[in-house]
Every structure is written in C-alpha cells, then in structure tokens.
Nanobody
Framework: QVHVVESGGGSVQPGGSLRLSCAVS????????TAWYRRAPGKQREFVAR???????IYADSLKGRFTASGDNAKNTAYLQMNNLNAEDTAVYYC??????????????WGQGTWVTVSS
C-alpha cells in the first residue's frame, strides 16, 4: 500500500513564503509522477503543478514565477516552494502521486491535504 503525506502548511503573511513537502511511502512501487492541487474555500479544486518522471515540470499559468515544484527521487518526496503569497493562495493543498506497482499496474494516491492560510 502506498501513502502520501503532505506537510509544511501553515499561516503566513502576504508576501511571505512557504515550502510544502509531499512524502510518498510504502513498499514495492516506483514513483512516476507527483502533482500539487489546491482547493480554496468555496471553490473547485485547482491544478498547481506536476512533476513527471525526470525533469518535466508543468505549472498552472497563473502560478508560474511564484511557485516552484521539485522532487527528490531518492526520497520519493516532492516539494512546492511558494513565494510572494497572497490571500488568493489560501487553500488546502493536496499532493497526488502516480505510482507503478511492482506487482503490476499503475495507481494514483492522494494525500489528506495541508492548509495554507495567507493573512495579515
């Protein structure tokens, strides 16, 4: 079984920064991709960034330049560096992992999410 756990959320003032982490753990799997999504209060889930195997990283156009996604393949961990945060970035941030199981097949796993609140 594969688990995804996000961490690093919290409260920050406008203009501040946060770094989220996404740890993928379990046994007998290979990590194929990770992605970040967010859901602001009263809004639909929104795509943030995706890291495919290798160095292919895709961002939501509206977040380019402020958000940077990265990954540590050796640790099966993904990161989301968020800079110059504003109130519109307030949301629950979710990590998604696409994993290939050693026994065969591919499955996706979601974390529980971590809150990010931007407020003065």
């Amino acid at each position: 079984q594969v688990h995804v756990v996000e961490s690093g959320g919290g409260s920050v003032q406008p203009g501040g920064s946060l770094r989220l982490s996404c740890a993928v753990s379990g046994s007998s799997f290979s990590l194929r991709a990770t992605a970040w999504y967010r859901r602001a209060p009263g809004k639909q889930r929104e795509f943030v960034a995706r890291i495919n195997s290798g160095t292919d990283i895709i961002y939501a156009d509206s977040l380019k330049g402020r958000f940077t996604a990265s990954g540590d393949n050796a640790k099966n961990t993904a990161y989301l560096q968020m800079n110059n945060l504003n109130a519109e970035d307030t949301a629950v941030y979710y990590c998604y992992a696409l994993v290939e199981l050693t026994i065969g097949g591919v499955t996706d796993v979601w974390g529980q999410g971590t809150w990010v609140t931007v407020s003065s």
